[in-house]
T-cell receptor, first 108, second 113 residues
Framework: RKEVEQDPGPFNVPEGATVAFNCTYS??????FFWYRQDCRKEPKLLMS???SGNEDGRFTAQLNRASQYISLLIRDSKLSDSATYLC?????????FGKGTKLSVKP | NAGVTQTPKFQVLKTGQSMTLQCAQD?????MYWYRQDPGMGLRLIYY???????DKGEVPNGYNVSRLNKREFSLRLESAAPSQTSVYFC????????????FGSGTQLSVL
């Protein structure tokens, strides 16, 4: 099975902290990469796509390193509302493999 | 705009019973998927349909069948439910030609007793 691995956490951080998640993938043929956010008992929701050039959306920055086969997510100035499970995903057309998720808890 | 709609939201079955999970999307997406999510296992692909009229097995297809009824609808059928099929089921859709962003339905919590 082509794997996508990520640290399950939990990551417990104070408000305002910067937190980084990494995710490794085993299938070098993977073409598309994403970070999803999943709140408890809810569906995963797309947070952002991940590109080799790196991309930023407000407080969130995602990076792809194809040579080392990992993707990363950086969250700056953490908010209480960022508390959730973050899923990385990678794959090709019709077969997106998800990691098991990293739980983030942001404390006051 | 509803996105991806799944029914039912909750279901309890007895071992051996059958049921069909319904999924519909209104985003005109070509591709549709069924995933299951179990504690400690993450999301696993059951079946997917790249386009209307085609279906393919994913990682865990045993015990399931699917039907791509039309471009909008993709159903998942359990012919003879087993306790191992207790899970949360998510339907998703995406554009085949783009970078495979998946949009998920709200999920079905299924318990098989």
């Amino acid at each position: 099975r082509k794997e996508v691995e990520q640290d399950p956490g939990p990551f417990n951080v104070p408000e305002g902290a910067t937190v980084a998640f990494n995710c490794t993938y085993s299938n070098s043929a993977s073409q598309s990469f994403f970070w999803y956010r999943q709140d408890c008992r809810k569906e995963p929701k797309l947070l952002m796509s991940v590109y080799s050039s790196g991309n930023e959306d407000g407080r969130f920055t995602a990076q792809l390193n194809r040579a080392s086969q990992y993707i990363s997510l950086l969250i700056r100035d953490s908010k209480l509302s960022d508390s959730a499970t973050y899923l990385c995903a990678g794959g090709s057309q019709g077969n997106l493999i998800f990691g098991k998720g990293t739980k983030l808890s942001v404390k006051p | 705009n509803a996105g991806v709609t799944q029914t039912p939201k909750f279901q309890v079955l007895k071992t051996g019973q059958s049921m069909t999970l319904q999924c519909a999307q209104d985003m005109n997406h070509n591709s549709m998927y069924w995933y299951r999510q179990d504690p400690g296992m993450g999301l696993r692909l059951i079946y997917y349909s790249a386009s209307e009229g085609t279906t393919d097995k994913g990682e865990v297809p045993n015990g399931y069948n699917v039907s791509r009824l039309n471009k909008r609808e993709f159903s998942l059928r359990l012919e003879s439910a087993a306790p191992s099929q207790t899970s949360v089921y998510f339907c998703a859709s995406s554009e085949w030609d783009s970078d495979e962003k998946l949009f998920f339905g709200s999920g079905t919590q299924l318990s098989v007793l």
